[in-house]
């Protein structure tokens, strides 16, 4: 076949439609020679020398392509790992900078990997020498995209930190079997954008979506061999397209234009879309993985070499590689992908998995990093919202409080305190400090209480309903013989492993899972959900289903007959928070008169209705706490710093063992106070009873009950 072949452009990169014709352009700093491969819809190629190189982009235009074509890259050069070069010919790759994807890898047709495999006693040194099938077969195919799409006036929504509530999820999961959802629509992004997905969320009362991974994913090959797949997708291959898995629609660029209309459906709803991103590695995995990109494209670019030794990857995420932001080319991507999807897909926001390893200057996690200064200088992303997981698995890379301003972070300390407090394994000062913002990890460097995520369950562990349910894991569905996931579930002194017939120790359990939910919707910062914890779901004790795309991981929306209670009382916390400012305050607790009305913006007592003492906080036996929220006097800084009025609350908390009874404060707090929620009653309505100040109020254990002051 024919084709006409013009110079083109070395910018943008990528697949560019100009309704002219299509031009391509692929950085490639040590290249000798590249191929562009086009394919027809029978797979049959043509492959173009691509001639022209500007500034180690290589680059053409092609008159004749339209969107809709596939095409792929053959890069010649060097092979000589120990170089840390892995060019070869005979691998087809796909563009870093694809728009969209079209299919998976197909394990099974062709050979992804420079060498002849050897099977699972492949040598270390196997990949020294070359191999020259041909991947094609095997290889998804890059598509040209055409961006146009009827936004209809869509904008981001850019609300406020303080306003903010996560509902973290799953595009496939959250929908696969939702009964009210059009079957063919289950488990995509137009699922997602249908109306009964619409109106549970806005129902429940979240403010934005936090979506695992959907950069396209390649499963990695032994996964294909045990017959799972990676669910999570946290094995990113194309840092511009949308996973194709999840569109309805078509993947040869349709699955664009769903996932814009996903985030047209979801903003109209008044919900934002975070993106959980993995700029840290890719699929690739390490020098006996195969080659699908960037591996082939230019390896020593791309990836963090061990200095010493160029024939392995440095490893600072667990998975084989790590990619090398310190090269400009890599912070351009990366930067690119980023700004794509909030130019062009409206999103308003992410989440940065493992993002330490970004961070690393050399060895160390360096906060002045080009990656941070170059977000923060950048005009369009230093305003969206940023998160980031703030730990890998190198040297030095717990970094829970270290990340700058405009960073906010998944405080895994938040997470283990909670935890411990309500299984009665910290005392009361562990959980005051994140109760109250955790301004020891975020004030000292001018940020702001949503610079802590609050979470007590993600993803990444157990559900909420199995974290009170299992005192060991069970990853068996995994095929690693229960060595995955971690260990850290201590007992919860709730009875028997597993399902139990026991009405007592059930109803246990739904409490110490409402103690939980309330403390996490009602802390200073900002708290994130866990999908599925407001219905009670199960992963049946998985602590790591990051393989398993089925019943193990989707919700099953008839959990909710089995805790009918869970839902509506989590709709409850979540209305009570956005009602009221004094559980979502934009500056830190003080322990102190905000504004001269002799009244302190949080007070701690003791059962006895006096002031928590140093003996008290330092007793890590002391689960008993009252808490003091005065809504008098709160800096709204929408209005220029005017104080906001609300009302004052107190909170009785009792993690212990035994029922507890306190003593309301003083009437310098309150006169007259009424109970709006308690978690041992889930059914209580708000405004249940009057009670004087220095009355007695009685408190269950391990429950909390929330008294609000109405006079």
Known sequence: MTVTVWPGRPFPLGATWNGDGVNFALYSLNAEKVELCLFDDE???????????????????????????RYGYRVHGAYDPEGGHRFNPAKLLIDPYAKAIDGAVDWDAANTLPYVPGGPDTPDDADLEIDDDDSA???????????????????????????TVIYET???????????????????????????????????????????PVHHIADESFLHD???SNYWGYASIGYLAPHAGYSASGTRGEQVAEFKGMVKALHKAGIEVILDVVYNHTAEGNHLGPMLSMKGVDNKTYYRLVPDDLHHYMDYTGTGNTLDARQPAVLRMIMDSLRYFVIECHVDGFRFDLASALARELYDVDRLSAFFDTIHQDPVLSQVKLIAEPWDVGPGGYQ??????LWSEWNGIY??????????????AAFADRFSGSADLYENDGRDPFASINFVTAHDGFTLRDLVTYNEKHNEANQEGNRDGTDDNRSWNCGVEG???????????RRQQRNMLTTLILSQGTPMLLGGDEIGRTQHGSNNAWCQDNEISWYSWTQEEDQPEQLSFTKRLIALRKDHPVFRRQEFLRGRDPEGDNLPDVWWFRPDGHRMTKREWDDANCHTLGVFLNGDAITDRTRQGEPLQDDSFVLLINAGHEDATFTLPSAAYGETWTQDLCTFDADLQAGSGEYAARSEFHVHARAISILRRIS
């Not at 549970?200 to 979240?206: N, P």
């Not at 997470?415 to 009361?428: H, L």
């Open 400 to 405: 829970v409080g270290n990340f700058p301003v």
């Open 415 to 428: 997470r283990d305190a909670i935890r411990d407090f309500w299984r009665g394994e910290a005392g009361a």
């Open 170 to 212: 799953h595009v496939k999961g959250f929908t696969k079997t939702h009964p009210d959802v059009r079957e063919d629509l289950r488990g995509t992004y137009a699922g997602l954008a249908s109306d009964a997905a619409l109106g549970y969320l806005k129902d429940l009362g979240v403010t934005a979506v936090e979506l695992l």
């Open 226 to 228: 045990m017959g799972l």
């Open 499 to 509: 399902e139990t017939d026991d009405a007592e120790i059930n109803a246990l359990r």
């Open 137 to 163: 077969a095997a290889i998804p195919k890059s598509v040209v995209v055409d961006e146009q799409f009827d936004w209809e006036g869509d904008v981001r929504l850019e609300r406020p930190w303080n306003e």
């Open 43 to 69: 797979g049959n190629e043509t492959r173009i020398n691509v001639e022209q190189r500007t500034a180690h982009q290589w680059h053409c235009f092609l008159p004749d392509a339209r969107p809709g074509d």
